[in-house]
C-alpha cells in the first residue's frame, strides 16, 4: 500500500524538562491508496512483546523484518495486506514494554510522514518519565481504539510479568466512555508443547492479578484468552500462529458486533481523526476519560445556554397537541441536524419519518 519502509506510529521523547508524545501519518498512509476507505471500519490489534511477538507479526501481516524491541512508548503500525480492500482493514500495532532505565526516542525524521509533537502537560509536577507517558499510551490512548491486547508472556517475564504489567494499567484512569461490551479484549500468548493447561494457566493469572490490584480486570477488558503456541522447532511458522490468528478473528468479530450495535464502529476517516484528538486529550493533562462525542463537537460545542432557549421556545407552546405536533418534532430535528458538520453528505442527512 505504502512504497516507504517507516512503519513507526507513536513515539516518546523525553528532554530534562520535557516528554512529547510523537504521533506520525503512518495510519492514514497506510489506506491513502485505497479505493474504498469511505466505506471501511478498520480494526486494530495491539501485540506488546520483543522476540516471540515479532515471529508473530511476522506471520500475521507478512511483514519480512520486525526490530524484536522497541523504546518506551514507540509504537509500530502494520497493515494486514489480504485485509487492504476489505471493509474492515486490521492495524496490527507492534509495541514492547523495555526496562525502566530506557529513553525515549525521537521519531526518524522522513519526508514521507508528518509527524505531530503533543507535549505532556502536568501541572504543578515533574515531567513524565518515559515509562510512565508509556504506560498512558497502551491503557489509555490506544485502549478505547482496539479490539485485542496481544501480550507474549515468554517476552514479559513470564506470567507474573504480565500479571503485573495489566495491574498497571488497571490502576490507570477510566481511557473512554465506550459501552463495556465494546473494550478489547485481552490474549495472554504462552509456549508450551500441551494446549490441555490454558484454563489453569487463566485461572492462576486471575488469582494473580487479584493480588497485584484490587480492581477488576473486566472493569477494562471484554475479555481474557490464552493461547498455547508449540515450541519453536516443532512446526512451521505458519502453523504455530494458526490457532492465535483465528482467535484474534474471532475476537476482532465479536467486538465488531457490539460496536456496530452502539454504533461506535468508526470509519478509517473518523477512526485517525478521534485518534488524533485522543492524543491531544492524554497530553493535555485532562484526567477526565476521552469522551468521543464531545471529541466529535471539538468545533461545533453545545451553546451554554442551550437549555434556556428550549425554555423559551416551550413556553409558547399552548396545548399538548402543539407540543407533540410541532414543538417535539421541530426540537429533534434541530437536534439531529446540528449534530452533522457542514458539508455532510445529503443522504445522511435524510430525517426518518
Not at 3 to 13: A, D, E
Not at 99 to 117: D, F, Q, Y
Not at 188 to 209: C, M, Y
Request: charged share 20%.
Amino acid at each position: 500500500m505504502v512504497c516507504c519502509t517507516h512503519s513507526q506510529w507513536l513515539g516518546i521523547s523525553t528532554g530534562e524538562k520535557t516528554c512529547d508524545l510523537l504521533e506520525s501519518d503512518r495510519a492514514q498512509t497506510l489506506l491513502a491508496n485505497s479505493p474504498y476507505i469511505e466505506e471501511q471500519w478498520p480494526s486494530l490489534f495491539v501485540l506488546i512483546g520483543s522476540t516471540c511477538k515479532a515471529r508473530a507479526i511476522k506471520e500475521l501481516v507478512s511483514v519480512r523484518s520486525v526490530t524484536p524491541t522497541r523504546a518506551h512508548g514507540e509504537v509500530h503500525l502494520h497493515l494486514d495486506p489480504s485485509s487492504a480492500f476489505s471493509k474492515q482493514p486490521i492495524y496490527v500495532a507492534d509495541s514492547d514494554i523495555p526496562e525502566r532505565h530506557r529513553r525515549g526516542k525521537i521519531l526518524p525524521e522522513a519526508s514521507c510522514h508528518e509527524t505531530v509533537s503533543h507535549s505532556f502537560r502536568q501541572p504543578g509536577i515533574q515531567p513524565l518519565d518515559a515509562s510512565s507517558a508509556a504506560g498512558q499510551v497502551h491503557a489509555q490512548l490506544l485502549h478505547p481504539f482496539a479490539d485485542v491486547f496481544c501480550l507474549f508472556a515468554s517476552d514479559l517475564g513470564g506470567l507474573r510479568g504480565v500479571s503485573r504489567q495489566v495491574a498497571a494499567w488497571l490502576e490507570k484512569p477510566q481511557a473512554s466512555l465506550l459501552p463495556t461490551e465494546t473494550y478489547p479484549s485481552l490474549i495472554i500468548v504462552t509456549e508450551g508443547s500441551t494446549r490441555t493447561g490454558e484454563k489453569a494457566i487463566k485461572d492462576w493469572f486471575l488469582q494473580n492479578l487479584a493480588a497485584d490490584t484490587p480492581r477488576s480486570l473486566f472493569d477494562r477488558f471484554s475479555g481474557l484468552d490464552v493461547v498455547t503456541l508449540s515450541p519453536v522447532g516443532t512446526m512451521s511458522n505458519g502453523a504455530r500462529h494458526r490457532r492465535l490468528k483465528d482467535r484474534l478473528m474471532r475476537v476482532r468479530d465479536r467486538i465488531s458486533k457490539h460496536r456496530t450495535e452502539s454504533r461506535t464502529l468508526f470509519s478509517a476517516r473518523h477512526f485517525h481523526a478521534f485518534f488524533r484528538l485522543a492524543c491531544q486529550h492524554l497530553t493535555g493533562g485532562n484526567s477526565e476519560p476521552f469522551d468521543f462525542v464531545t471529541a466529535a463537537r471539538l468545533h461545533n460545542p453545545v451553546p451554554p445556554d442551550l437549555r434556556q432557549h428550549l425554555s423559551n421556545f416551550l413556553q409558547l407552546v399552548k396545548s399538548p397537541r402543539e407540543l407533540i405536533e410541532f414543538a417535539a418534532p421541530t426540537i429533534a430535528s434541530s437536534l439531529f441536524l446540528d449534530s452533522y458538520p457542514p458539508d455532510a453528505p445529503s443522504k445522511s442527512l435524510a430525517i426518518p419519518a
